[in-house]
């Protein structure tokens, strides 16, 4: 089994803070997901890459950034963290390589930010 | 557009009980669509994918691509099947997944 593991179960941070939130997957993927998921919103695509150094905007991009210099991780940065991005974060690996990817996506555990 | 409608945020049924979650998509073409569950402290995983035609922890979901459904369905509810559900559509040629906002499923002794 594929597995996706996260640094932080919870993480706490002050208005303005920069945050790392980073993934790490095992099973040499090429592709990586990063979500938040809000009660009532569902999950929506913050970012993904498709590659080392690769990286495309998902549905709701604003405030974030990413970073991907090695293969199994993918970081997600907040860099002024605001009350607004207080969510849970999951991390996502899909099989496939490429723009070709297969149906399955592995969850990691999430991260639940709260921004105070 | 492509959406995925999920229109329960809350089903309720006893032990039993018959269960059916609904989804609805929005997507002109041919979909691949896919039930995620998320049970109490666990990871999302995916419950089923709709090519696979497959029966799944009892659950089961037809394609319906006249009324654009791929509803889940499972004859007798257990306690365990206690979770959230997310319905999620690939289109074709693409290389993303969208979610529907989720369904609780409570299941009740």
């Known amino acids: 089994d594929v597995k996706v593991t996260q640094s932080s179960r919870y993480l706490v941070k002050r208005t303005g803070e920069k945050v790392f939130l980073e993934c790490v997957q095992d099973?040499?993927?090429?592709?990586m997901f990063w979500y938040r998921q809000d009660p009532g919103l569902g999950l929506r695509l913050i970012y993904f890459?498709?590659?080392?150094?690769?990286?495309e905007k998902g549905d709701i991009p604003e405030g974030y950034s990413v970073s991907r210099e090695k293969k199994e991780r993918f970081s997600l940065i907040l860099e002024s963290a605001s009350t607004n991005q207080t969510s849970m974060y999951l991390c996502?690996?899909?099989?496939?390589?490429?723009?070709?990817?297969?149906?399955?996506?592995?969850f990691g555990p999430g991260t639940r930010l709260t921004v105070l | 557009a492509q959406r995925v409608t999920q229109p329960e945020k809350l089903l309720s049924v006893f032990k039993g009980a018959p269960v059916e979650l609904k989804c609805n998509y929005s997507?002109?073409?041919?979909?691949?669509l896919f039930w995620y569950v998320q049970y109490s402290r666990q990871r999302l995983q995916l419950l089923l994918r709709?090519?696979s035609r497959e029966s799944i922890k009892g659950f089961t979901a037809d394609l319906n691509k006249g009324e654009t459904s791929f509803h889940l369905k499972k004859p007798f509810a257990q306690e365990e099947d206690s979770a959230m559900y997310y319905c999620?559509?690939?289109?074709?040629?693409?290389?993303?997944?969208?979610f529907g906002t989720g369904t609780r499923l409570q299941v009740f002794p």
């Open positions: 997507y002109s073409g041919s979909p691949e």
């Open positions: 099973m040499d993927h090429e592709n």
């Open positions: 709709h090519i």
């Open positions: 890459s498709y590659d080392v150094k690769m990286k």
């Open positions: 999620a559509l690939r289109a074709y040629n693409t290389d993303k997944l969208i």
């Open positions: 996502a690996s899909p099989r496939g390589s490429g723009r070709f990817l297969d149906n399955e996506q592995f």
